[in-house]
């Protein structure tokens, strides 16, 4: 097949766009003027066709004429997938893309990462760290614990930076029978309980577990309702479910424990004109 071909895809599809011919050099670090010879004839460099695709929205094969089609709406196709699974599957499955996608983020970081759950039942994390953000999978005792989190422009150092909100949490949750009783919130089903409930469910005597919970009310890891009893008002509490705390459990949980690998990749390569 003639290379001419792909300058003719090329022209055609950046008018799709509405891209000027600077602005598609731009896109992908080459000059205007070599975007114009490819589309008069020329041939572009074999290793620029991936990131022409993805500037363009088309397939690779789209470039050379081997079809029309563009790029799938992944969000959409994802979603299509696991909404036509059974309901006791889908966590399983959103688990499965999920690692999928933390492994081979970080491929093209380092040459010689392992798949560290290549072997039944091994353990290992791997944790990609780039200045916009991170990608962590974490692998122990046959439990899975996997995140992302972009930081936009605030970038990783607006992700992790410490406050007094975070101070406060962890100096909660360091008190005695805090984290039992915010365990015993989160693994029971969901529904308002009384003070003295909780308390007998968590093995915390109520004048504690009162404490504990007002404590978690302020800091909205449970929500308070009041309730009116032959006895007069009582107080009854339920978890926050808007809050991240089930992660941020499994997390410490999963982080605590040993495992055989580990992979700490720092992507430190220049992301602009000009950056060292």
């Known amino acids: 097949m003639s290379y001419s071909v792909v300058g003719e895809q090329i022209l055609k599809f950046r008018k799709e766009k509405g891209l000027t011919q600077r602005e598609l050099g731009e896109a992908i670090g080459v000059s205007g ?11 572009p460099d074999i290793s620029l066709l991936p990131v022409l695709s993805d500037v363009l929205g088309v397939t690779v094969d789209a470039l050379f004429g081997r079809s029309e089609a563009r790029r799938e709406d992944m969000e959409e196709t994802v979603r299509s997938y ?10 399983e499955r959103t688990v ?9 983020g970080c491929l093209d970081k380092v040459a010689d990462i ?30 899975w614990f996997l995140s992302a989190a972009w930081g936009g422009e605030g970038g990783l150092a607006g992700l992790l930076a410490p ?22 919130l989160y693994t029971e089903a969901p529904r308002h309980r009384t003070v003295g409930v909780l308390a007998k469910l968590a093995g915390v005597a109520r004048s504690e577990a009162e404490e504990i919970l007002q404590s978690f009310t302020a800091f909205k890891l449970a929500e308070e309702l009041t309730l009116e009893t032959e006895d007069g008002d009582t107080a009854a509490y339920a978890v926050n479910m808007s809050g991240a705390v089930p992660a941020l459990l499994a997390a410490a949980g999963l982080t605590a424990l040993e495992t055989e690998g580990f992979r700490l990749i720092n992507d430190k390569r220049s992301r602009g004109k000009g950056e060292k």
Do not use: H
């Open 96 to 104: 499965a893309l999920m690692r999928e996608t933390a492994l081979y």
């Open 163 to 184: 406050g007094a909100e975070a101070a406060g949490l962890f100096g909660l949750l360091s008190s005695p029978n805090a984290l039992t009783m915010l365990v015993t």
């Open 114 to 143: 392992v798949d560290f759950c290549g072997v039944q039942e091994s353990s290992g994390e791997t944790v990609l760290l780039t200045k916009d953000g991170f990608i962590t999978a974490i692998s122990s005792r046959g439990q």
């Open 33 to 43: 003027s070599a975007v114009s010879q490819w589309e008069s004839g020329g041939t």
């Open 82 to 91: 696991i909404a036509s699974l059974p309901e006791e599957k889908r966590v």
